[in-house]
Protein backbone atom coordinates (compact mmCIF):
# COMPACT_ATOMS: atom_id res chain seq x y z
CA UNK A 1 0.00 0.00 0.00
CA UNK A 2 1.10 3.92 -0.80
CA UNK A 3 0.09 6.29 0.63
CA UNK A 4 -0.06 10.20 -0.37
CA UNK A 5 -0.34 13.00 2.13
CA UNK A 6 -1.18 16.66 1.28
CA UNK A 7 -2.92 19.35 2.92
CA UNK A 8 -0.44 20.85 5.38
CA UNK A 9 0.81 24.83 5.33
CA UNK A 10 1.33 27.54 7.29
CA UNK A 11 -1.36 28.93 9.01
CA UNK A 12 -2.56 31.35 11.84
CA UNK A 13 -3.38 30.24 15.09
CA UNK A 14 -7.28 29.60 15.22
CA UNK A 15 -7.21 28.44 11.60
CA UNK A 16 -8.43 25.36 10.24
CA UNK A 17 -6.34 22.75 7.19
CA UNK A 18 -7.73 19.95 6.17
CA UNK A 19 -4.98 16.77 5.80
CA UNK A 20 -6.07 14.11 3.04
CA UNK A 21 -3.98 11.01 2.96
CA UNK A 22 -4.78 8.92 -0.67
CA UNK A 23 -4.19 5.17 -0.75
CA UNK A 24 -3.22 2.86 -3.78
CA UNK A 25 -2.15 -0.58 -4.34
CA UNK A 26 -4.43 -2.25 -1.42
CA UNK A 27 -8.15 -2.69 -0.67
CA UNK A 28 -8.31 0.11 1.18
CA UNK A 29 -11.75 -0.75 3.44
CA UNK A 30 -9.78 -3.49 4.98
CA UNK A 31 -6.91 -1.23 6.68
CA UNK A 32 -6.97 0.53 9.45
CA UNK A 33 -5.52 4.13 9.12
CA UNK A 34 -4.00 6.68 11.71
CA UNK A 35 -2.44 10.25 11.58
CA UNK A 36 0.58 10.78 13.61
CA UNK A 37 2.52 13.76 13.90
CA UNK A 38 5.74 14.39 15.17
CA UNK A 39 7.72 18.00 15.85
CA UNK A 40 11.25 18.65 16.25
CA UNK A 41 12.75 16.76 18.78
CA UNK A 42 10.08 15.24 20.04
CA UNK A 43 8.40 11.50 19.20
CA UNK A 44 6.32 10.51 17.04
CA UNK A 45 2.52 10.68 18.69
CA UNK A 46 -0.91 9.38 17.48
CA UNK A 47 -3.47 11.89 16.79
CA UNK A 48 -6.40 10.40 15.31
CA UNK A 49 -7.20 6.65 14.58
CA UNK A 50 -10.50 5.17 12.48
CA UNK A 51 -11.17 1.73 11.57
CA UNK A 52 -11.86 0.33 8.47
CA UNK A 53 -15.85 1.33 7.96
CA UNK A 54 -15.02 4.24 9.75
CA UNK A 55 -17.71 3.49 13.05
CA UNK A 56 -15.06 3.92 15.69
CA UNK A 57 -12.66 7.03 15.92
CA UNK A 58 -10.04 7.95 18.29
CA UNK A 59 -8.76 11.17 19.41
CA UNK A 60 -5.78 12.32 21.52
CA UNK A 61 -6.90 14.06 24.38
CA UNK A 62 -4.79 17.25 22.87
CA UNK A 63 -7.11 17.16 19.86
CA UNK A 64 -10.71 16.71 20.66
CA UNK A 65 -13.29 18.49 19.64
CA UNK A 66 -10.47 20.58 17.51
CA UNK A 67 -10.22 17.87 14.97
CA UNK A 68 -12.10 15.06 13.07
CA UNK A 69 -10.88 11.80 11.56
CA UNK A 70 -13.00 10.80 8.40
CA UNK A 71 -12.86 8.09 5.78
CA UNK A 72 -13.95 7.85 2.55
CA UNK A 73 -13.45 4.16 0.91
CA UNK A 74 -14.89 4.68 -2.22
CA UNK A 75 -12.10 7.25 -3.02
CA UNK A 76 -9.37 5.07 -0.69
CA UNK A 77 -8.94 8.61 1.53
CA UNK A 78 -8.77 9.82 4.95
CA UNK A 79 -8.72 13.25 5.85
CA UNK A 80 -8.05 14.71 9.34
CA UNK A 81 -9.83 17.64 9.29
CA UNK A 82 -8.30 20.67 11.51
CA UNK A 83 -9.59 23.40 13.28
CA UNK A 84 -9.03 25.72 16.04
CA UNK A 85 -5.33 25.11 15.55
CA UNK A 86 -2.73 25.95 18.32
CA UNK A 87 1.21 26.70 17.83
CA UNK A 88 1.67 23.55 19.54
CA UNK A 89 0.03 21.60 16.82
CA UNK A 90 2.74 22.51 14.34
CA UNK A 91 4.59 19.12 12.91
CA UNK A 92 5.38 16.89 10.22
CA UNK A 93 1.69 15.06 10.03
CA UNK A 94 1.82 11.17 8.73
CA UNK A 95 -0.53 9.02 7.37
CA UNK A 96 -0.53 5.17 8.67
CA UNK A 97 -2.22 2.18 6.99
CA UNK A 98 -2.25 -1.53 8.52
CA UNK A 99 -4.47 -4.47 7.88
CA UNK A 100 -6.95 -5.03 10.45
CA UNK A 101 -10.48 -4.90 10.82
CA UNK A 102 -9.83 -2.97 14.24
CA UNK A 103 -9.03 0.13 15.31
CA UNK A 104 -5.18 0.62 16.67
CA UNK A 105 -3.37 2.53 18.06
CA UNK A 106 0.36 2.05 18.52
CA UNK A 107 2.43 3.47 15.88
CA UNK A 108 4.19 -0.02 15.88
CA UNK A 109 1.33 -2.02 14.71
CA UNK A 110 1.24 0.10 11.99
CA UNK A 111 2.68 -1.21 8.20
CA UNK A 112 2.75 1.79 5.81
CA UNK A 113 3.38 5.08 6.39
CA UNK A 114 3.02 8.40 4.02
CA UNK A 115 5.54 10.69 3.53
CA UNK A 116 4.17 13.57 6.42
CA UNK A 117 3.32 17.04 5.30
CA UNK A 118 4.15 20.18 7.47
CA UNK A 119 1.81 21.67 9.48
CA UNK A 120 2.86 24.24 10.88
CA UNK A 121 0.67 27.02 13.49
CA UNK A 122 1.71 30.59 13.85
CA UNK A 123 0.68 32.96 17.02
Known amino acids: VQLQACGGGLVQAGGSLRLSCAAS????????MAWFRQAPGKERDIVSAINWSGSITYYADSVKGRFIISRDNAKNTVYLQMSSLKPEDTAVYYC?????????????????WGQGTQVTVSS
Open 96 to 112: AAVRSSRLVRPANEYDY
Open 25 to 32: GGTFSSYS
